[in-house]
C-alpha cells in the first residue's frame, strides 16, 4: 500500500502544461490526461489504469517526463508507477525507472544548448535521435570516378553493419566533397535495413562539447556509456580531436568498447590517417585497421550530374550550355555549385532576365571560385602573339625591331606577374635574355601603363585574354 503525505496537484498541472506542447492532443489525453500524482516529498507516484499503461509511458515518453519531473519537483526526486486494482487498493509498480541525479540533464541543457542524450539514465530503451539529416541519403548522392570507392564501401557497411571488414570505414577529402552526405546516408540506410539498431551521427566539434560539460559535472561515466550504447556510430571531422587528449582517451574508450561488440564506427576527416597531428599513436593505429576511402575533385562529367540534380531539386531550369559552362568553370566542390545556381536564379529572378551563358559569367564570379587555367610561359606567349598580331617565329627570332621588342617586354611583364618562374627562366624563354634584362622591361612597361593610357588598355586587354575573363 502506498502512503502519501502530500498531494501537488498544481505542480502535477505545471509539469502537464509543458509536457502537452511537446505531444499531439490526442497522445495527451490518452496517456497523460487519466494520471492523478502522488508526492511524498521524495517519490513522485504516478497512478495510472494498469500495467501496459506504465510501461507504454516509460517506453514511449520518458525522455520528455523525465525533465519536466525534476524541475518542478525537485532534483532528488524519484518516479514510480500506482496500479488500480479492482478492490481500490493501490499497488505500486516497478518498471526499472531510475530517476537519480537526473538534475544534469536540465544542467546540462540549459548550460550547453547542445544535445546531451547521455545524460538521460535508467531507461530500459532509449529512443535515440539519429541527427540525420534527411536529405543526406544515396538516392540524392551523385556517384562518380571521384566518389565510387567510398560510396561503394558505404553502402556495404549499411548492408551489413559491424560485419564487414570496413570497420572502421574512415571517409576523407577536402572540404565540399561530399563527406557528411555520405556518412548520413549509410546512417540512413541502416535504419531503413535494421530498424532495431541504435545510430547516431555527432561531429567531433559538438562531441567534444559533450566531453567538456560531462568532465565538469563529473558525469563522464555516463558519457561515455551512453556512446557504448550505439550501433552504428557516426564521427565526423575526426581531425578535430588534434590536440584534445581528454577526448582522446574518452573516444580510445568508446571506439575499443564497440569494436568488440562487433558494432560499427564510421569517421571522416579531410586526411588520411597517417596526416592527423596530435592524435595519439593508440587511436591512429585503429583508424587504420578498417577501410580509408578519399573523395577526389569530381570530374566534369560528375559535376554536370551534380549540376542538372541540384538544378532539379531547386526547381530551377537552365539551358544545357549554362550547365556545360558551370561545369566547366566552378572548382569541384559541391557547396560552390549549390551557391552558384541559387544565386543564377535569383539574380535572374530579380533582374527580370533569362539564365544565359551571358548571365552565369556575369554573376558567378562574384559568388564562387572560377577555375582558372594554369598561366605558363607558353601561354603568356601565345596569348601576347596573338593579340599583337606577331607570328611566333618572329617573336622567337633575333629580330629587334621596336615592334618585336615591346611584345617581349609585355611577355616578360605579364611572366614576373602571374607566374612563379625565377628571371633567369623567364629571360630564357623570351629572347634568350639575363634576369637584368628582365627585370629593366618589367620596369619599362610599368613605367608605360603608368603614363600612357593606350598602352595600358592594351596590356589590361591581353591581361583578360590570359586570365579567361
Known sequence: MLTTTHTYGETWEN???????????????????????????????????????????????????????????GPKTKLCYAVRIPDEQVSTVSVETDMTDISRHVTGTDTAKIYNPYVIPGMRKMIIDPRLNPGYTFSTFIEGDCNRLARSAGMSVAVNPG?????????????????????QAIGHEVRQRHPELQVLYVSTNKFQAQYQIANKNGELPDFIHFYQMIDLLIIDDIQELSGKPGTQTAFFNIFNHLQLLGKQIVLTSDKPPVELKDIEQRLLTRFKWGMAASLQLPDYQTKLRIIRAKC?????????????????????????????????????????????????????????????????????IDTVCGNLSIPLDRFNSTER????????????????????????????????????????????VQNMIDTDKSFRAQVEDIEKVLLGK
Not at 574512415?170 to 572540404?175: H, L
Not at 614576373?416 to 625565377?422: E, G, Y
Request: net charge positive.
Open 15 to 73: 509539469c502537464l502544461a509543458r509536457i502537452k506542447p511537446r505531444i499531439s492532443e490526442e497522445e495527451f489525453a490518452k496517456w497523460f490526461s487519466p494520471i492523478e500524482p502522488v508526492f511524498d516529498g521524495t517519490t513522485l507516484s504516478l497512478r495510472v489504469p494498469n500495467r501496459s499503461y506504465a510501461t507504454r509511458i516509460d517506453n514511449c515518453y520518458m525522455q520528455i517526463l523525465k525533465p519536466v519531473i525534476l524541475m518542478m519537483y
Open 401 to 444: 625591331t621596336r615592334e618585336i621588342a615591346q611584345a617581349r617586354q609585355i611577355a616578360m611583364f605579364l611572366a614576373k606577374r602571374h607566374t612563379k618562374a625565377p628571371l633567369t627562366q623567364i629571360g630564357s624563354a623570351i629572347g634568350g635574355r639575363n634576369h637584368a634584362t628582365v627585370l629593366h622591361s618589367c620596369k619599362t
Open 163 to 183: 560485419n564487414t571488414p570496413f570497420n572502421p570505414l574512415y571517409i576523407y577529402g577536402d572540404s565540399g566533397l561530399g563527406k557528411t552526405h555520405i556518412v
Open 312 to 380: 532539379e531539386k531547386s526547381g530551377v531550369e537552365i539551358p544545357e550550355e549554362v550547365a556545360a559552362y558551370l561545369a566547366e568553370n566552378i572548382s569541384a566542390n559541391v557547396r560552390e555549385i549549390e551557391g552558384a545556381i541559387s544565386s543564377l536564379a535569383a539574380n535572374a529572378s530579380f533582374l527580370g532576365r533569362r539564365i544565359t551563358v551571358s548571365l552565369a559569367k556575369e554573376v558567378l564570379k562574384v559568388y564562387v571560385q572560377m577555375c582558372r587555367k594554369e598561366i605558363t610561359l607558353e601561354s603568356i
